[in-house]
């Protein structure tokens, strides 16, 4: 799933590519990819791209006249730019994994994509980004947040700090793959409470949201869209190596599993040596 980074990184893309070009149309080809039906998709039309920003891990293009395509790409979306289409029939409703296509006057565009059966992508055209629901209730940006806001926002909610991080009221911007590295950098268990959480290793996390979320930002941006890749991340230490040795302390990186997600984390440099017990199966170790 993308998160921050790659969505900046998109964002960026969008900034340099798209801002200044007209809207030629919008197509929807999957109607239950748009979540909103005033204004309709061919408000757009002819009006030009403003800008290109980034709510936590929704993306938001702007054009002329206030009005803002709004998307959360979910698991398995992703943005594909481009430089020209393979004809100028319009998309066919239903078919592949395209959800919108918005092309512009220069003939280039770009496809809001989405692989497997899960449908979860969501877009809005709104006039305020606001009006999305998953907009306004994002918690502070998570890489902007200053060490005082950070402490505030992870003290407000009692849990564990892999849920509270990534828990976008909270935070906006981190998901499951950059929780493993916060952590990691930070040396602290997912399974830590929050509220027992010192003001060192509050200072650490912070220290390792950023050192984290920045260098990510850093490595996606130099990236043509094309080659960023969500799943494809470079440049991670724990998340998704299972048993391979982790880079800083050379112990085998473990997983803890759940329903529908897992998380990866050094027994080492993490939990004092001790592997974590799976949720599912047993007393959990903190
Ligand atoms: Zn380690």
Redesign the pocket.
Known sequence: MPELPEVEALAGYLRQRAVGRRVDRLEVAAISALKTYDPAPTAVAGRAVVDARRHGKFLDVLVEGDLHLVVHLARAGWLHYREAFPATTPLRPGKGPIAVRVRLDDGSGFDLTEAGTQKKLAAYLVGDPAAVPGVAKLGPDALAADLPTFTERLRSRRGQVKGVLTDQAVLSGIGNAYSDEIL?AAKLSPFAITDRLSDAELAALHAATRQVLGDAVERSLGQRAAELKGEKRSGL??HARTGLP??????T?REVSFADSSLQY?????TGGKPLADRRLSRLVR
């Open positions: 990691h230490k724990v982790c880079p800083v302390c050379g112990d990186v050094c027994p080492t440099c993490q």
